[in-house]
């Protein structure tokens, strides 16, 4: 189970593709965030879980970071004295990412998320201070220090109509400084162009030979939109390691005590249409309460198993919708499917260790149930 903490509205840069809105001072009360992660031992513990992840964002979140060390100190005496793993988890733009924080994060063994869009000049195309100022130096010197201090790294990268262009470089620069996971977070509300499509998909073209090629150095990275794919399609729906979070075991909470199916789904916490109740008011995860239904349209797609149209908020924001892919979120999923179906496919001909051992768990043997659904 998964509680995301939202501490606050406030941010200390203006990108303007934002998903969290229009920043503004307002932090979650320490009652607000002690009653949350009470409410998530509980559940937790009465569905049988064994591990609880408590996530904490923004805004930017290390703007509230006492207010973070004091949740993570809550939750791990509340949560291990009942059992629990309780694992912790952050989403910053790392520009306040000081030796003080950096040590108590590592202290902590939190994961940190760092957003980084670019190399530091095309990270400074779409994140700029609100004054103007450009941040891909401060970006990437922080992502520096956290890969050499905290053991769980990973970079989120906005794939925007400003930035695409240096995606695949983006790729090779992170796999170069020995980052295990990038996350790409494609922003799904831009008004992309055909141009700029076949932009995307060229660098995606770029990102694939970057991926190929860091197994082929034994020194693989995690990329969200291709080992999901690929792991759908060798193990099947279920087993879906990026899902959406409108499944019952995401819960978020905003600084108003606002409940949400996850953390992208609160933006500024004032469409009460999307809200599942407040914390102070009781509320119920139904067990309705998740990815929405397929619609029709999708009905004969041969890729419908596979797609990202299982995610209530790339829906929302491709198409204003939450039940509906939009056109760019249809293309992306048909852009990206096949190209991550031939990565594998030359990684599984090759029978490559790395490849074998992350996907069908050994470095040298594929079991025999999985042959039947491999990639060849």
Same mark, same amino acid.
């Not at 620069?173 to 996971?181: F, I």
């Not at 996350?183 to 030979?209: K, M």
């Not at 892919?325 to 179906?341: F, M, S, Y």
């Given at each position: ?79 291990? @004295?009942? +059992? ?13 990412? /000081? ?17 980084? /869009? ?6 400074? &195309? ?17 992502? /520096? ?25 983006? @790729? ?35 990102? @694939?030979?970057? $991926? ?24 099947? #729906? ?21 409940? $949400?199916?996850?953390? &992208?789904?609160?933006?500024? /916490? ?49 198409? +204003? ?18 190209? @991550?179906?031939? #990565?594998?496919?030359?990684? $599984? &001909?090759? &029978? ?25």
């Amino acid at each position: 189970m998964r509680l995301t903490l939202n501490l606050t509205h406030a941010c200390n840069l203006g990108c303007d593709y934002c998903f969290a809105g229009t920043a503004r001072r307002q932090e979650m009360p320490s009652a607000t965030g002690r009653t949350a992660i009470d409410w998530a031992v509980r559940r937790a513990r009465a569905s049988g879980n064994d591990t609880l992840v408590v996530s904490m964002m923004g805004g930017e979140p290390l703007l509230a970071f006492d207010l973070f060390d004091e949740f993570a100190t809550y939750a791990r005496r509340i949560g291990e @004295a009942e +059992g629990l793993d309780v694992q912790l988890q952050t989403t910053t733009n790392a520009t306040l990412l /000081d030796g003080h924080r950096l040590e108590r994060l590592a202290e902590l063994g939190a994961h940190v998320a760092i957003s980084v /869009d670019g190399v530091p000049d095309v990270h400074d &195309r779409t994140r700029r201070t609100h004054d103007g100022h450009g941040t891909g130096d401060a970006a990437w010197a922080a992502l /520096d220090r956290a890969l050499a201090r905290l053991e769980s790294v990973s970079v989120v990268v906005v794939i925007s109509p400003a930035t695409v262009d240096e995606l695949a470089a983006t @790729a090779r620069a992170l796999a170069a400084r020995g980052v295990a996971r990038i996350v790409l977070n494609p922003n799904w509300s831009a008004a992309w162009t055909p141009p700029q499509l076949e932009i995307w998909r060229a660098a995606y073209d770029g990102v @694939a030979a970057e $991926y190929v090629a860091a197994y082929r150095r034994l020194a693989p990275f995690e990329l969200n939109v291709f080992d999901n794919a690929i792991d759908l399609r060798i193990r099947g #729906a279920e087993n879906a390691v990026h899902a959406c979070g409108f499944d019952g075991a995401d819960v978020a909470v905003a600084p108003s005590g606002s409940v $949400y199916g996850c953390g &992208r789904a609160v933006g500024e /916490d004032r469409d009460a249409s999307a809200s599942l109740g407040a914390m102070w008011d009781g509320f119920e995860v139904p067990s309705a309460h998740r990815s929405p239904a397929i619609p029709n349209a999708c009905q004969e797609c041969a890729l419908r198993p596979r797609c990202a149209s299982r995610c209530a908020c790339a829906n929302r924001e491709s198409s +204003g919708d939450a039940a509906i892919p939009g056109d760019v979120l249809c293309w992306h999923e048909r852009t990206v499917i096949p190209l @991550a179906d031939e #990565a594998a496919a030359t990684l $599984y &001909r090759e &029978r490559n260790t790395a490849f074998l051992a992350r996907f069908y768990g050994s470095p040298t043997e594929v079991p025999h149930a999985a042959r039947t659904c491999s990639l060849v």
